[in-house]
């Protein structure tokens, strides 16, 4: 197949590790890590990056994209002529971790300790994954999605059973995602100096490039794969369990 990969470049080794070992032929495009935080500025460029391979002289079997959620940036895009393929992941943790029930059983009740990786050491101005600071822009982007969906007095309470308040163990921990792959460039070590000098302590967990393997080999079981159709348009559905469908 010919498959077209727009991601996130804080998966640009993996994803490009990934590549080489794909028996297709992929063309990727990576756009810079944070634009998470403005979630409709990337939607709008994910949206035009899908445009212009649909407009493109090449005729690609799948779109691929190598993002979550991430605060909503992947709600309403739509396949116009060729089919998108979506992981059901809430952000780029789960897709590091390898599955979202990995994500969940890491994260559930500790949805607001910071994370990293080694796209995030390399790539970001900030080495932590986390909500502070750009907070206001996901409350109003996914709270809104949630009061259109089920009323206000409903989203209020799912918002706040979704973000429950920090628990001073969180505030001390920050966790590196160690990618096995890249484990030997050092990126623990530095990990570790940066969040010992702000006084938290480290968890490391073990990532897999599972997740990203399979959107780039093909593998698209729609148990982990939203494919979206020509003329369909991605919804959130803000669940453990299917992310993300296509109406």
Known sequence: MLLKLIGCNVFLREACLA?????????????????????????????????????????????????????????????????????????????????????????EHQLSTPFSSLGYLERGDYFLRTDLGDQQIHFGDQYAALVQQYGEDNAKYIWESMHPEPLASEDQQAVFIDVPETTDLGGKEAFRDKVEAQGKQVRFLQGDMRLLRQLIDGNWNPDEFLIVEPGQKTVGLYDWDQVLEAR
Not at 46 to 58: P, V, Y
Not at 72 to 78: F, I, K, S
Not at 89 to 101: E, N, P, V, Y
Request: net charge neutral; charged share 25%; glycine share 6%.
């Open 19 to 107: 590549i080489a070992h794909s028996p297709h032929t992929i063309d990727p495009e990576f756009l810079e890590l944070g634009e998470h935080a403005r979630p409709d500025r990337l939607r709008t460029a994910l949206q035009e990056r899908i445009d212009q391979a649909d407009g493109s002289a090449k005729q690609y079997d799948a779109i691929l994209l190598a993002y979550g959620l991430c605060g909503n940036a992947t709600v309403g895009l739509e396949a116009r002529k060729t089919r998108l393929i979506v992981p059901r992941a809430h952000d780029c943790c789960t897709i590091l971790l390898g599955s979202r029930q990995r994500f969940r059983e890491h994260f």
